[in-house]
């Protein structure tokens, strides 16, 4: 059993409270906005994928939103790489604690589970590293040069089925042996991809404990003491990023936001540099985390405002349009999603590639990409 103190008596609470009072207030504000918006579902989606690939940066990887919305989608343009497979995980992760209740992220059964879905991600990443001779190439189906047209998968040169069967059979096994009661007193850990000594129970037991130490204080302060703990101790070897979550998930549980929004506190981290966010001193780390929840805020803020004024302004492009006319869902296709190609227009329109592509101008969207195929389109 490991022991490590975090001593909250050492901690200067009266320098913490205004930074963490005004990011409260800040989140707050946000909050009642999106509650009370047209725009406000497709800003939470936005902020998911954006706060997803916030999460890879902190921890020192690069995603692009693009490859993570298309990758999403099912609309690879390329093999899948190990960080964006990561980067999916913290995705679904923060849909499916917003689509649960409150409470539930921070219970013994959410924690289980989510660090199940934490072991899986590592354990496929790792299978998939050893089927380098399974190659998913990126085939331009579409003569006229969008290659994310096509949904013919059949007959392509270079893809060994029989390995990507076998592959899926393991996904599932794994999947599978992780459902079982008690998986984690029995199962076996590879100590090529595992350290055998770090005892993630004995961590996890002691952060709980912190977290108890400062259930008296106001919620955004424990949300700041349980990511800094959450980093010093080091919780779950290949899960860094679920500490972040688990820390916005207190925000939602006290009502700080509500509903589907959970805070995109890795957003917000991301604008204080590195040296303060691991700063030596225990009171520099906490005044950079409450900086990046109130930061968090103020980008929340800006990218509402955005998408508002882009909707008015793709609105106003509706006036006069029969009454057939495809504009009002691409528009609300558009709100929904940070980008669209020409496929995903094609599907949910219910349209050929080239009309989905001829509406998508019509528009006026901005082409976000800036590739001759694979293309990629969102407001302004």
Sequence with gaps: MISMAYDLAKISISTLMRPAFDAGIALTRLDERIARSPVGAGFLERQNF?????SLWIDGELVHLEDLVLH?????????????????????????IAGQSPDWALSAEGIRTLRQTSDITSTGATEAAKTAGV???AVAVDPEGEGDDGDQAENLPGVDYAAIDALLARSEAAIEHARRPGRADTRERDPLVYDLDWDEDARLDEWRGALRQAENLPAVLQAIIALDVWNEFLVLQHAPWLGRLLAASILRQAGITSGAHLAAINLGLKTIPVDRRRHRDREIRLLGIAHGVFSAAEIGMKEHDRLTLARQMMERKLAG???SSKLPELVELVMAKPLVSAGMVAKT??????AARRIVL???????????RFRAWGVL
Aim: glycine share 6%; hydrophobic share 30%.
């Design 50 to 54: 954006a706060d997803a690939c916030a």
């Design 72 to 96: 999403d989608a099912f609309r690879d343009t390329r093999t899948p790489t190990h960080e964006l497979t990561i980067a999916r995980d913290v995705l679904r992760t923060r849909r499916r």
């Design 135 to 137: 190659v998913r190439p």
């Design 321 to 323: 349009r029969r009454t």
């Design 349 to 354: 329109l219910e349209v050929t590639p080239q």
């Design 362 to 372: 019509e528009l006026g969207l901005r082409e976000m990409t800036g590739r001759g």
